[in-house]
C-alpha cells in the first residue's frame, strides 16, 4: 500500500519560515520525481515544486527564490523549505508522487 504523509504546516507571521516534510511509502522512492502542491482557500490547486529523481529541481515563479524543495533517498522523504513567507502562501500543502499518490494535506496559515 503506498502511502504518503505531510507534516510541518502551521501558523507563522509574515516573513518566517517553515519546513514541511513529506514521508513516502510503498513505493522504490528512488525512483520517482516528487511534487509539492497547494491549495489555497476558495481556490484550484497549483503547483508549487517539483524535484525529479536525479535531484534536479524546479519551482513555480511565485515562489522561486523564496522555496527549496529536497529529497532524502534514504529515508523515503522530500522537504519544502518555505522562506519569506507571505499572506499569499496561506494554503493546504500536498506531496505527491508523480502525481499518481497524494497525501491528505497540511496547512500552512501566514498572518499576523
Known amino acids: 500500500e503506498v502511502q504518503v504523509v505531510e507534516s510541518g504546516g502551521g501558523l507563522v507571521q509574515p516573513g518566517g519560515s517553515l519546513r514541511l516534510s513529506c514521508a513516502a511509502s510503498?513505493?522504490?522512492?528512488?525512483?520517482?520525481?516528487m511534487n509539492w502542491v497547494r491549495q489555497a482557500p476558495g481556490k484550484g490547486h497549483a503547483w508549487v515544486s517539483y524535484i525529479n529523481s536525479g535531484g534536479t529541481t524546479y519551482y513555480a515563479d511565485s515562489v522561486k527564490g523564496r522555496f527549496t524543495i529536497s529529497r532524502d533517498n534514504a529515508m523515503s522523504a522530500v522537504y519544502l523549505q518555505m522562506n519569506s513567507l507571505k499572506p499569499e502562501d496561506t494554503a493546504v500543502y500536498y506531496c505527491?508522487?508523480?502525481?499518481?499518490?497524494w497525501g491528505q494535506g497540511t496547512l500552512v496559515t501566514v498572518s499576523s
Open positions: 505527491s508522487i508523480g502525481f499518481d499518490y
Open positions: 510503498g513505493v522504490t522512492f528512488s525512483s520517482y520525481g
